[in-house]
């Protein structure tokens, strides 16, 4: 076992690209959400006013109404023409489209867009004084540290590249070692369907700790991530979630020799997983059978647990709910893939 | 009753893909220390019979004996494969995959040896995915003699070698051989059976058709003053002329 563990290893190491992949991918990712949220870029809404000369427009100059010149995430698109303008809402390249002209306010929305349908809302505030606000409304600060879009979506993106790496790298991995006839040959050793799947495991997991280390360093090294638990609990969660998903990729790799199939398998699994597990955004208002598929993917319980930790600074025994189910999950993908694991079918 | 003198045993083994017979019925005793060879066209059944045998695969019905009994854990330490097609792990060095492989086993030749055997030295540090055919084919062969078998498979030892590298094979499967290890061959190429194999089984259609020594298979089917006396003239005679597979 040690020797195969050793010779996987090996073979993922000098696999430059895949495992240059591995690393860059998750920080490319980070990187770019980074720069967007850091430069001021994240507005969420979109604005579209015409007739204005995109090269020389000047926001307060605008006649439009003042309140609408200082919205936080809300971007000003200038366009020229009427026509112009109406293409890109038609086409949701703006959430809404206002004319830079005359006493009386005229806007544009689509009926098919949501974000439209909210910005419209803000449109008509726009023009009601702040102080009719005053005595209906009352504003309560947040208290304690805040957490950045960033440091929510961090440990999704690390899980996200444990799930992609563990499902490929396992998965797909060993049904093309099937297709090849290397499995054919190593079954005409003495070596074991338990001892191949394990060395497989073991060294899959390990690779995986150590490259979502080096991740997670690298990131906080430009990002400065808050972490709010202990590394100690962050890694015990890690450990878990990783094996859960190996074990899944064992599943997946226990028969078969069409890679396409199985590549398009795998993908039928993670596709769902990356939206539904909350990698990007929280499912928190989805209805309630999306939750309840939510609740079946191993993804869900490892990000649910990492970001408690991470985000809000659980302990382990907080925590221990979603590691005993990554935990019992691990136990039955094992015991599935090693009753139908076949060295040649 | 225990035949101790026939290392391995077939009794009537029947193999059928998807209600195509691969293997119809085959019976073989193969004494210890010979070289068998098998030979056949292209979709004769050769490889289901020699993959029953090397347990890759399971035979529909029919028994199979090593050293007179039941197949056990012993068999795979005591066997050696070198299979037709078979890919090696990519980013594994040749020296790296024969330390490999002889980890898996409980006593193996030195390293150093097995390189030096299949004149591999040269490439020892190469990728195994940098080597080129022929050097493939030593390396398998090589880890098919790594730790030590008493029976060897060779399923098409030399197919795509040069002539050069092809007497070297030959050269090692005699050594083999003549030190007492017992070898299954399968070949396409009829000087290779008539060099190494003592006894030579022709198959055709999942079945055996004849059965002998070179020499009495060319005694019997070369009797015609017109045919030339080798044993391409006997699988030809045996299994027709029209193209298979």
Known sequence: MWALFVARNFEFIRDRAGFGWNILFPFLIVAGFGVIFSSGAGSEFKLGVFPVNPGSMIVKDLNIPEKLKSYDHIKIVPFRTRDEAMDKLLHHKIDILLKNAGPKLRYWVSDSSPKGYVLEKVVKESVIPEDMFASRVIRQQVKGEQIRYIDWLFPGILGMNIMFSSLFGVGYVIVRYRRSGVLKRLKATPVTAFEYLAAQMVSRVLILLFTSFVVWFGCNFFFSFHMQGSYFDVFVVFLAGTICLVSLGLVIACRGTNEELTNGFINFICWPMMFLSEVWFSIEGASAWVKNVAKVLPLTYFLSAARKIINDGASLSDVSPEITILLLMSLVFLFIGSLLFSWTR | ?245
């Open chain 2, 1 to 245: 009753m225990k035949s101790s003198l026939n290392i391995i045993e077939v009794k009537n083994l029947k193999k059928a893909y998807k209600g195509k017979k691969a293997v119809d019925g085959v019976s073989i005793s193969i004494p210890k220390g010979s070289c068998f060879g098998l030979l056949g066209p292209n979709g004769a059944g050769k490889t289901t019979i020699v993959e029953i045998m090397e347990n890759i695969i399971q035979p529909d019905s029919g028994d199979i004996l090593y050293k007179g009994d039941k197949r056990n854990k012993t068999f795979n330490q005591e066997i050696g494969i070198q299979f037709q097609h078979t890919e090696l792990l990519a980013f594994l060095t040749v020296e790296e995959t024969l330390k490999t492989f002889a980890a898996f086993y409980q006593k193996h030749l030195p390293v150093e040896d097995i390189l030096s055997l299949c004149m591999l030295e040269n490439i020892k540090k190469s990728l195994n995915n940098k080597i080129s055919g022929g050097q493939r084919q030593r390396l398998l062969l090589g880890l098919a003699l790594l730790n030590e078998p008493e029976l060897i498979f060779l399923d098409e030892p030399s197919t795509g070698l040069d002539p050069q590298a092809r007497k070297h094979i030959w050269n090692i499967i005699r050594d083999m051989n003549d030190n007492g290890k017992t070898i299954i061959l399968t070949t396409h190429y009829m000087e290779e059976a008539q060099s190494l194999c003592d006894t030579i089984a022709i198959m055709d259609k999942g079945s055996i058709i004849d059965q002998g020594s070179p020499e009495s298979l060319m005694d019997k089917h070369c009797r015609d003053e017109n045919t030339p006396r080798n044993l391409e003239s006997v699988f030809l005679k045996l299994t027709g002329k029209s193209l298979r597979e």
